[in-house]
């Protein structure tokens, strides 16, 4: 329960508990196992600044919007803990540094990313 607590918990707000099967990306060698993974099913990387009222607007909307648990695994990343692992994902996926931000690995490769307002779950499905 505190993983929840950290990742939708702070600033004053009620705390919520996600229904989403986050798995929390706190290590830099989690990077290999998603290239490995990712080969076999897709994977979603969620960044995410918890001090940021709009990346925290458009988590609980990718929440509201996701129906592909058994499609893709979703991995959620806190910015402010983990800023080495956010730059190293921007090095090895070749993508630019946003907050929040929606990454879509395939194969090993990033095939999709959106930040802001342009992250939707549902168009994860044109992807897959």
Known sequence: MSL??????GSGEPEKESNMAWRALTDLGQ????????TEK???IFKHSTRCSISRMALRQFEQEF???EKVVPYYLDLLEHRDISNEI????????QSPQLILIKDGK???DRS???????KLVDFI
């Open 4 to 9: 929840f607590k950290n990742m939708f918990g």
């Open 31 to 38: 990077l290999n196992e998603i290239v490995n993974e990712s």
């Open 42 to 44: 897709p994977v979603v």
């Open 67 to 69: 129906d592909l648990e």
């Open 90 to 97: 921007a090095n090895r996926f070749g993508v630019y540094h």
């Open 110 to 112: 990033a095939i999709y």
């Open 116 to 122: 802001h307002e342009s992250i939707d779950a549902t």
